[in-house]
């Protein structure tokens, strides 16, 4: 990357959780940033990222007008947006990750764009035994549109490597930190009303990122050459099962949940669910579904190896400080409701 006076880096998704931390940190340590949004009113967390010096621009990556503006004069596309939701229909994942992929990756390169860093999650491996899964697999049959979707957009964003446009995929864990209101955030109200949001006790590992260490592998997969055409799983690196982090959650929180889906009744209500919602075309998220309870019924453990030694990618901040923070953050957050 060289860094020139007008040339910039567009982050897709600023509006939302991943990008917005991606954006205001990338200001903060002197880029010039344009930052994209969609919605129709623009969130503070973005203005105060645009007092820091970042240009807003409101953006829908599905329309080419649109995506064409956005990435001219950009040197950099650090791509965070998409349709990020555990339910779904595949039509719907196909379009917003898949043809808004595409379309980005056309333009950027066409644009004399020269890096182009994709995020992408570790869910594309499926959800079958991981411990210390490595980029290359195993893999395991998806479960859900979502997964398909982030699959097909890796393998298009890889195949358009060329001299001068550099392309980098980066699997995420699950991305945890303040202003996760999609995930964390959610869990932590489920914990409140009772609820462990977890199944038969949960013992099986999972793999969080604190928002800012992805922060970190993407700044650094951004700078770095020898990230040219490669994936990388980017997670904590720390084991860690779902029942401890849940349990930490509630001591934080100062609650006791006592209620929790025993394992072969999440599956049968799981597929249940699934079936009269798909029957009908209920737009609305069922309770449960097989791409929740996948998520917390197998271990699911990723070695962050290649990473550390390409990138130089070195996580700081281990799990009970990032749910320490996080907690406090749904506090305050909560207060302001
Ligand atoms: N969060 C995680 O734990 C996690 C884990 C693994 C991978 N990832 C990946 O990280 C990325 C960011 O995730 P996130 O958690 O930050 O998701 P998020 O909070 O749901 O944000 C999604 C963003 O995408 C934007 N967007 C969606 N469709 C768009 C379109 N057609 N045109 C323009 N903008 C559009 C949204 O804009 P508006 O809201 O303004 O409409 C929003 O800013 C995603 O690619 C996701 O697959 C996330």
């Not at 001591?251 to 929790?260: I, S, T």
């Not at 271990?299 to 190896?305: A, H, P, R, T």
Request: aromatic residues 12%; glycine residues 8%; charged residues 25%.
């Amino acid at each position: 990357m060289s860094s020139g006076d007008t040339r910039k880096i567009l982050v897709t998704g600023s509006s939302g959780f991943v990008g917005s931390w991606v954006s205001r940190i990338l200001v903060q340590r002197g880029y010039a940033v344009r930052a994209l949004y969609r919605r129709d009113q623009i969130p503070d967390h973005l203005r105060k990222t645009e007092e820091l010096g970042a240009e807003l621009q409101r953006r829908d990556l599905t329309c080419l007008e649109d995506v064409r503006a956005a990435v001219q004069e950009v040197e950099g596309v650090i791509h965070c947006a998409g349709l990020v939701k555990d339910w779904g229909y595949e039509q719907e994942f196909y379009a917003q990750n898949v043809e808004v992929t595409k379309r980005l990756v056309d333009e950027a390169r066409r644009s004399g764009c020269g890096v182009f860093v994709f995020l992408s999650s570790l869910s594309v491996h499926g959800f079958g035994v991981h411990r210390g899964s490595t980029e290359e697999g195993p893999f395991y049959p998806y479960v859900s549109g979502y997964q398909s979707s982030k699959k097909a957009a890796e393998e298009y964003v890889l195949s358009q490597a060329a001299p001068g446009f550099r392309v980098t995929v980066l699997r995420s864990g699950n991305a945890y930190g303040p202003g996760d209101t999609t995930t964390f955030y959610r869990l932590f109200a489920i914990l409140e009303r009772g609820v462990r949001g977890t199944v038969s006790g949960s013992r099986v590992l999972t793999s969080p990122v604190y928002i800012e260490d992805l922060v970190e592998a993407i700044e650094l997969a951004l700078e770095n050459d020898a990230s040219a055409g490669e994936v990388f799983n980017i997670c904590s690196g720390e084991e860690v099962t779902w029942g401890e982090m849940m349990q930490y959650c509630a001591e934080l929180l100062g609650v006791r949940p006592w209620f929790e889906l025993p394992i072969g009744l999440a599956w049968v209500a799981a597929y249940l669910f699934n079936s009269i919602y798909r029957l009908f075309r209920i737009k609305a998220e069922p309770p449960v579904f097989p791409y929740r309870v996948a998520h917390i019924a197998w271990d699911y453990n990723f070695s962050i190896e290649k990473a550390r030694r390409i990138l130089g990618y070195q996580p700081k901040t281990d799990w009970r400080t990032g749910l320490s923070r996080t907690v406090a953050a749904y506090k305050d957050f909560e207060k302001e409701q």
